[in-house]
C-alpha cells in the first residue's frame, strides 16, 4: 500500500492552421507532437497534498494563480471518488515549454487526471477525460475551443470543429515541419479576448478575418490531400499574415517568420494562441530544414524541433 502510484502522460499538439478562426465555429487542422511531453506521477505520501512542477514545488494548496485551473481539476476528481485530499505527492516532468501555443496547459490537466484515475485504479473513458480537462482548460483560457484537448487525447491528426465529433485526417507529405520556440511565454488568454473585443468593436473586418482563415484551412484541407506542399506553404503564409491583422502577433514572432521565409522556407506562420510561443515553418528536404533550423537559432529562436511530415502518427 505504501509504494502506490499513479502515471499518467499527455504529448504536445501544433495547430497547422486555424487558431482563433476555431473559437468561432471555422475549422482547424491540428497535428501530435510527441517530441515533447508530460508525465505526472502520483505517489503515496502521508500528509498534505505536494506539487513538483515547472511553476511550483511545495504544497499543492499554495499553488501559484496560474495553476489554479490544475489544482481546481486534482480536488473535484478526488471529491468526485469520495476520497480525501490528503495522503498523496505529485510530480510533473514535462518537455513542452510551458505557455508557448504547443499545448502544455491541456497536456498537464490530460496527465494528472489520468495519473489520478490510475493511482485511484478507476476506469477512465476519452469523453470523461474531454470534460475534466475542460474543466481546467475554461479556467486558464475561458472559451477553449477544446482543440488542444482533443488532439491530445486522441494523438492523431484532426480536422476539428468545435462541438463537433473529432474527424481524424490521415496525411504523409513529403515534407519536414519545423517549431522554433520564440523563447517568450504565449499570452492565449489575452490574445483570444482581443480577437473577441476587435470582433465586437469592428465586426465587419474581424469576422472577415475569422472567416478568411477558416477558408485557408479547408484549402490547407486539400493542398495535403493532393500533397501539394507548395500550396500548404503559402496558405500558411497567408494564415500568418490573417493572424497578424487580428492582432495576434508580436514582433518576435514576425521576425522568425520573415528569417524562415527568407530562407527558402515553403511557409511559415505562427501557432498557437500567439503573442509569444512558437512559429512553424515548411520545409521541402532535411537538409532545408536543418539549414532554417540554424538560421532561426541565430536569429533569436531559443529551440527548434523538427517534424518529418511522413510519419506523423495518423488514426489507424
Ligand atoms: O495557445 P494554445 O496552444 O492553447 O492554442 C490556442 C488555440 C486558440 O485557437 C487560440 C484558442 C482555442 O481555444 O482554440
Redesign the pocket.
Known sequence: MDNKIGVGTGIG?I?LI??????YGQP?LAIPFPATKIKTTIRRKKGSITLNCFFHQGLLSNSPKKLVGLVSVIEQIVHSFNERLEDFSIDIESSIPP????????AVAIATIRALYDYYNRPLTDDELFKWANVS?QIV?G??????MSIIIGETPLYYI?GKAFVPFTFKLDAYLIVADTGEL?Q?QA??SSVRKLIESNPEEGKSLIKQLGVLTNRVKVSIEKKDVVKLGQSMTKAHSLLKKLG?SNSSLDRLVSVALDNEALGAKL????RG?CIIALASTIQQADFICDKLLSNGAKNTWILDMELIRNGQ
Not at 486555424?18 to 473559437?23: I, K, L, T, Y
Not at 505557455?99 to 491541456?106: F, L, N, P, Q
Not at 501557432?271 to 500567439?274: I, L
Open positions: 499538439k495547430i486555424g487558431e482563433h478562426a476555431v473559437v482547424a505557455e508557448r501555443g504547443i499545448g502544455s496547459s491541456a482548460e483560457h472559451n477553449p475551443s477544446g482543440i488542444d468545435k504565449g492565449t490574445a483570444v495576434v501557432t498557437g494562441g500567439g510561443g
